[in-house]
């Protein structure tokens, strides 16, 4: 089997991988609702979903700093990473071991629902259940590549204290356009160091910020008040923002935000590619149009 991974690289496996740890939680998730429970030994302390299935599954430490070495005693024959959540030095020791790693990262939806049917190609034999899910991703991926002809503002941040969000190089973005919300901060760049992110101070010269993830900004009140959003959207991860959080938006005399559109949503549903966003996009999907009802309604007042 041959496949090729979000880095580019040739993944070759002579069969069917029959013991894969998964270092990546969305992943983990698609993996064991396609049927791979048996398959999968080994996962992280941040892989919860499903929660029926991922007991019994042996945890290996974070996204960010796995046990190489209780991995390495798990025998696995392929190791699947995220190349935004994972770091290059553990791939490079896993490489290094001879075992096949593959790397995904999707920013799109129709990259999470086309990852679906990749991650299925590792289970083999699919049941009944497992192949529509497989089908469903298929359809969803014509209507992820059309952007809903109405949208409404909206505004995601990911972290209050400093405040942080998303530009449009995020899959959290993508989320947005697909349930026909527009990005205010789509085209903001992060800005080094702190200072220069929150208009306070010069930035870094180009050649000391090279490299570095700029995707997500740290941006002040101020900002936010200018972008002028009809609708926030709080998630519970990786910042659990709170009713205290929500009230400070509330508050901050945003023009066009209606004190109801500041909503709570489950995070998992924004941020993990794959069967996870795509069998809760109906559900984002209707938390925008209600939005954009209330939004409607102000504007015509």
Same mark, same amino acid.
């Given at each position: 089997m041959l496949l090729t991974d979000d880095r580019g690289e040739a993944v070759r496996l002579q069969r069917l991988p029959n013991r894969i740890v998964s270092l990546v939680?969305?992943?983990?998730?698609?993996? %064991? #609702?396609?049927?791979? +429970?048996?398959? /999968?030994?080994?996962?992280?302390?941040?892989?919860?979903?499903?929660?029926?299935?991922?007991?019994?599954?042996?945890?290996?430490?974070g996204t960010k700093n796995p046990d190489i070495e209780r991995i390495l005693e798990l025998r696995p024959d392929l190791v699947v990473m995220n190349r935004e959540e994972n770091t290059r030095r553990d791939w490079e020791k896993f490489v290094g071991h001879g075992i096949a790693v593959l790397t995904t990262c999707p920013i799109r939806m129709a990259e999470g629902a086309a990852q679906v049917g990749r991650l299925a190609r590792l289970v083999g034999d699919l049941d009944a259940a497992a192949k529509e899910l497989v089908r469903e991703a298929y359809r969803m991926t014509t209507s992820f590549e059309k952007a809903?002809?109405?949208?409404?503002?909206?505004?995601?941040?990911?972290?209050?204290?400093?405040?942080?969000?998303?530009?449009?190089?995020?899959?959290?973005?993508?989320? %947005? #356009?697909?349930?026909? +919300?527009?990005? /205010?901060?789509?085209?903001r760049e992060r800005r080094f160091p702190l200072t220069a992110d929150l208009g306070r101070g010069p930035e870094f010269a180009p050649e000391k910020t090279q490299g570095r993830d700029t995707r997500y900004p740290r941006v002040t009140l101020d900002e936010v008040r200018a972008r002028d959003p009809e609708l926030i959207v709080l998630p519970d991860e990786p910042h659990p923002f709170s009713e205290a959080d929500a009230e400070v938006f509330r508050s901050a005399n945003i023009?066009?935000?209606?004190?109801?559109?500041?909503?709570?949503?489950?995070?998992?549903?924004?941020?993990w590619p794959g069967l996870m966003s795509i069998e809760h996009h109906e559900h984002i999907r209707g938390l925008v149009q209600a939005a954009a009802r209330v939004a409607s309604t102000r504007r015509a007042r």
């Open positions: 939680p969305s992943d983990t998730y698609t993996l %064991l #609702r396609l049927g791979a +429970a048996s398959r /999968v030994v080994g996962r992280t302390e941040y892989c919860v979903e499903p929660a029926d299935r991922v007991q019994g599954i042996a945890t290996v430490g809903p002809s109405e949208t409404i503002r909206a505004f995601v941040p990911i972290w209050m204290d400093p405040l942080m969000t998303i530009n449009d190089g995020t899959f959290i973005s993508d989320v %947005l #356009r697909c349930a026909g +919300a527009t990005n /205010v901060f789509a085209d023009p066009s935000l209606a004190p109801e559109n500041v909503r709570f949503c489950v995070g998992k549903s924004l941020m």
